[in-house]
């Protein structure tokens, strides 16, 4: 026995306009989500370099700003204060570790080193400077066509 049919399938043409405006709405969120979200910090300035190898192993970090205080684990920190920190960390983790020193590039050399001597202290073997690598990409420089170069007397 065959029932009739009372519905019939749509066949007019594909609407694109709710799709696009979906799209539009998702777009305007991943533009704007970088540009909303509060990111606390310090603007730290990392001298450049090129070529310089990783770190394995278990890592510490410390960042020095430009006016010369010290932040750890997101707080600004005395050097005393960081220094039973560093200590007590190493105990947490049970092996060596490296300190690796974000420092601001007008931050003195003696801070530094004074910093890199605390962290010895504290029982740290390495203490190394973190760096910003150079661009990768290069800009290109403009040339003139060869073709139009050849035809000039």
């Known amino acids: 026995m065959k029932f009739p049919r009372q519905l019939r399938p749509f066949r007019g043409s594909f609407d694109f306009a709710p799709y696009a405006g979906v799209f539009f709405c998702f777009m305007l ?6 540009s909303v979200i509060y990111h606390p910090g310090v603007q730290v300035d990392l001298p450049k ?37 560093l200590r007590a960390e190493l105990r947490r983790l049970g092996q060596s570790a490296t300190l690796v020193i974000q420092a601001d590039g007008n931050v003195k050399y003696d801070q530094l080193l004074h910093l890199s ?14 760096t910003r690598p150079a661009t990768a990409l290069q800009p290109v420089p403009i040339t003139t066509n060869k073709l139009n170069a050849s035809k000039q007397p």
Request: proline share 4%.
């Open 117 to 130: 001597t605390l962290a010895r202290e504290a029982g740290i073997e390495k203490a190394l400077l973190a």
């Open 29 to 34: 969120f991943i533009v704007l989500q970088s």
């Open 49 to 85: 370099a090129e070529g310089l190898p990783g770190i394995t192993g278990p890592v510490l970090v410390a960042v020095v700003d430009a006016s010369g205080q010290i932040f750890y684990d997101n707080q600004i920190i005395e050097e005393k204060a960081l220094q039973s920190a």
